[in-house]
């Protein structure tokens, strides 16, 4: 097979793989997205469980956060992975199917992805908790506001700001964990590299492509969070 | 247990990568914090790039980027790039260096200006200033944030896995895929995992405690006052 150059191979033309790319990227950006999102429901819980919860909750709370971040994320993704497709082929047989049932990879990785940065979630919500000042509260009790009207207008508002920092973190590790999904068949960035790398034999150039779309999505996301916490910290008098 | 042959490994990945990761992540602060603006985008430009691609993508451009190119193919590194083992590690190595160094970085400047200045006025050398005053107090104030970035590197040596490795998640998932039973194994081997972890753990808590005996006096307070701020 002759040498092609990096660009011959990474355009966007009928042969190039330009477009595998990109939508691969996309991809990642998907997967990394469903899994931040419910990591941040996961995390809500964590958060609520460990500052309001009763004692076995908080233990139960504790607990989930220890194991998540003393296990690596890729066995959390094989367990959902092959957890799933193991259930989900028992629920087929049950019906009188036969053979064996793929779990989804976006599905498998968003479930393992979201689960183990709902351990971290839990933690920048519980710090970001207890950046807000007493005395806000105090106010709004003050002020006749009903447990849900505080929760509304008070502590989520304080609560995203004082959090923002901390989820542009976790969106950066679960942007990476994503390309650990590709071990389920997902046709994300590190799967399409693979699969590019195996048919035209230039594994250096797909990864340093993949590589250079990661630093790039990283770039902007990172421009984005830094906006939105300009945004809404707004209101706030600071050092800077 | 079938997946106890897999600790030797985790655990020799974890320590060789980490033992060669520190210098990386040392001579990346040193460059970081040097006036040098040359050093200084190096060390940056190796930093923004793994951390900002994932570990997987940077395993892969190792073990199989490598070898495209002939040059590396008739180097004498190859027998060394050819084994997914010394990929797995190098990988790792730069990878923990990288995050290391900005733990490094944060240690050097929490070195407060005048014992710098003291030991410059007693007479001592800049090399003898790092070995003697410098470097003790920044691993000092860093080893708490890099006994985490150890744990991390545990966690991260299961990528080899995905190279042929077959350390214990290797292990773990040719077992799953033998036997079906997905859950027996998984909490095994996360109960591993959680285990070297947490010695691990112990470890630099008792490390952390025998260098910082000099304050033992003083420090249930400076916890409090830790948690009234917080």
């Known amino acids: 097979m002759s040498h092609a150059s990096f660009w011959e191979l990474m355009n966007f033309g009928p042969d190039g793989w330009g477009w595998s790319m990109m939508r691969a990227a996309g991809v990642t950006v998907m997967v990394a997205l469903a899994g931040f999102i419910l990591g941040g429901f996961i995390g809500s819980f964590g958060a609520w469980a460990k500052i309001a919860g009763n004692r076995p909750v908080r233990i139960a709370a504790d607990a989930y956060t220890t194991i998540l971040r003393g296990i690596p994320d890729l066995l959390v993704i094989f367990l959902f992975y092959f957890g799933g497709s193991l259930a989900l082929s028992a629920i087929y047989r049950a019906f009188g199917g036969e053979g064996f049932v793929d779990f989804p990879g976006f599905a498998a990785g968003a479930m393992a992805i979201g689960l183990t940065s709902g351990a971290q979630h839990t933690e920048v919500f519980r710090g970001a908790y207890y950046a807000i000042h007493d005395g806000e509260l105090e106010a709004a009790k003050a002020a006749g506001m009903t447990r849900m009207m505080m929760l509304r207008r008070i502590i989520m508002p304080l609560l995203l700001r004082h959090a923002l920092p901390g989820l542009g973190n976790i969106w950066q590790v679960v942007l990476k964990e994503s390309a650990l999904v590709s071990v389920t068949g997902l046709i994300e960035l590190a799967r399409q590299a693979q699969i590019g790398a195996g048919s035209t034999r230039q594994p250096f150039y797909f990864f340093m492509a993949a590589a250079l779309l990661f630093l790039m999505i990283t770039f902007v996301s990172n421009r984005v969070f830094r906006f939105s916490e300009a945004h809404f910290s707004r209101g706030v008098r600071g050092a800077r | ?230």
């Open chain 2, 1 to 230: 247990m079938r997946l106890l042959p897999g600790i030797p490994m985790t655990l020799q990945l974890a320590f060789i990568a980490s033992a060669f990761g520190v210098f990386f992540a040392l001579a990346a602060a040193l460059m970081q914090l040097s006036g040098n603006v040359v050093l200084r985008s190096i060390a940056d430009f190796y930093v923004f790039c793994i951390r900002g691609t994932p570990l997987l993508i940077q395993i892969f451009l190792i073990y199989y980027g490598m070898g495209q190119f002939d040059f590396i193919r008739h180097s004498f590194m190859w027998p060394i790039l050819r084994e997914p083992y010394w990929c797995a590690i190098f990988a790792l190595m730069f990878n923990t260096g990288a995050y290391g160094s900005q733990i490094v970085r944060g240690g050097l400047l929490s070195v407060p200006r005048g014992q710098v200045e003291a030991a410059r006025s007693c007479g001592m050398s800049q090399v003898l200033i790092y070995r003697r005053i410098i470097l003790p107090l920044a691993i000092r104030q860093a080893l708490p944030a890099y006994g985490n970035e150890v744990i991390l590197l545990l966690k991260a040596t299961s990528l080899a896995s995905i190279i042929t490795l077959m350390e214990i998640t290797g292990l773990a998932a040719k077992m799953i895929s033998e036997t079906y039973r997905v859950v027996e194994v998984f909490l095994v081997a996360g109960s591993l995992y959680l285990l070297i972890n947490f010695i691990l753990s112990r470890g630099v808590a008792v490390l952390e405690k025998r260098l910082m005996r000099h304050t033992a006096a003083e420090r249930p307070s400076s916890r409090v006052a830790a948690r009234g701020a917080a």
